[in-house]
């Protein structure tokens, strides 16, 4: 009997849907016990673990299921990997579509300014200077397992063509769907949303680099500078601003800017940790009816909490000697990254939370004509890329902000 993969993804997304609906009881459940009492029993927080962790594992498994479909979908269409239709690096693409022309300009020399074509296709290349993302649908998964996670890879991606967005923003819900008689005379059980109409402006990421004018007859060198340079420091700044951006400016309205606060100091434990306050954290989101499904720390708090032994010494999250895949806690992915600062933490449903559309992939422009090139037989090579977030339910993500140093924890 052949395997079913739509049968089995069915089947799983059934039990998941289970233990969401399981878990979202028991995160109201947790939150006023421990108001109530100061405190949350052994047997809640049992309760609680188990229920993050099935639910975790599940979508976990969810996840590979349907990564694998995808890599077999691309698999197909494209040949085997290194074949025709491989992915490629964006210093290869620059290779391929540009070659005669920078050839051309290399034999007739550089005059102005020109451009050597805009690239939407990313890669995860182990040569590439950063992880380019391949176009995708708005709902698909997009976690890869041979690369290491930044914020983009949580949340939607998708396209615009114009320079501002309109959306509309949930900022309150109350009220849930109950049981009533089928009478024709009750009324059904209203869930409650309140919507804020928001714009967004596309925003330009932008940088350059210099090189000699004879490294247009060394193309493999140029690729090599646009990936593992100019791609890099252009994504590098993309992610930071979809992370933190502050909406002042040219800066992105980012995810940090647009969360929910943590409001959950009340049910602290006595001396909480960061993993306390995350674990309250993914209950408050689970409360508010999303399905937490990553979680954003700082580098040294995440190494932090690797770092963390059992009373016999032995690593609570594994063998460090080992290869480890996407880190994960309660079954949600991991991103550290030193845009975050330290001490703070944002979880949550980021791809239901946000989307970030992509109004050009990176274009990459060469020029004569900047400062003294002509002097110093330097050329200029530019690289920009324009996208605007758009985080359209702040309910489904939280923030933590560390206190200042001598204030209450």
């Not at 969401?20 to 309760?47: F, P, V, W, Y």
């Not at 070659?99 to 050597?116: F, P, Q, R, Y």
């Not at 040294?300 to 010494?313: I, P, R, S, V």
Request: proline content about 4%; overall charge negative; some cysteine.
């Amino acid at each position: 009997m052949s395997f079913d993969m739509e049968h089995a993804f069915g089947e799983f997304k059934a039990e998941f849907d289970k233990v969401t609906a399981k878990l979202q009881d028991s995160a109201k459940s947790a939150l006023d016990e421990n108001k109530r009492l100061g405190t949350l029993t052994d047997e809640t927080k049992a309760a609680v673990d188990k229920a993050l962790s099935d639910q975790g594992d599940l979508k976990t498994r969810l996840d590979e299921m349907e990564a694998s479909a995808r890599d077999m979908e691309q698999r197909f269409a494209s040949g085997r990997r290194g074949g025709p239709g491989a992915p490629k690096s964006l210093g290869q693409m620059v290779v391929d579509d540009a070659a005669e022309t920078i050839k051309a300009l290399h034999k007739s020399g550089v005059n102005g300014d020109h451009s050597l074509g805009v690239f939407n296709a990313i890669t995860s290349l182990p040569d590439s200077g950063g992880a380019l993302l391949p176009e995708r649908r708005e709902n698909e998964i997009v976690a890869e397992p041979d690369k290491k996670l930044v914020v983009k890879d949580l949340i939607t991606v998708g396209q615009t063509g114009q320079p501002l967005i309109k959306y509309f923003r949930e900022i309150s819900r109350s009220g849930a769907a109950g049981i009533v008689p089928d009478d024709g005379v009750t009324v059904k059980p209203l869930i409650d949303k309140v919507w804020d109409a928001v714009e967004a402006s596309v925003k330009t990421i932008a940088g350059r680099m210099e090189i000699h004018k004879h490294m247009l007859d060394d193309i493999p060198a140029l690729r090599t500078d646009i990936d593992t340079t100019l791609t890099y420091e252009v994504n590098k700044v993309e992610n930071a601003q979809i992370l933190a951006g502050d909406g002042t400016g040219e800066n992105f309205s980012g995810l940090i800017t647009n969360a929910t606060a943590y409001a959950q100091g009340a049910r602290e434990p006595a001396g909480a940790t960061i993993l306390d306050r995350l674990r309250l954290a993914m209950l408050q989101v689970s409360a508010a009816g999303y399905v937490v499904d990553a979680q954003v720390l700082n580098i040294w708090d995440w190494a932090q909490a690797e770092m963390l032994k059992d009373t016999t010494g032995r690593y609570i999250f594994g063998n460090p000697f080992m290869e480890t895949p996407t880190p994960r806690l309660w079954g949600r992915r991991v991103v550290d990254t030193e845009d975050m600062p330290e001490g703070d933490f944002l979880t949550g449903a980021f791809k239901m939370a946000a989307t970030y559309y992509e109004r050009q992939g990176i274009e990459i422009l060469l020029s004569s004509e900047n400062r003294d090139n002509f002097d110093k037989n330097m050329l200029t090579v530019r690289g920009e890329k324009r996208g605007v977030v758009a985080v359209k339910r702040p309910l489904a993500l939280c923030y933590y902000t560390a206190p200042a140093e001598g204030g209450a924890g």
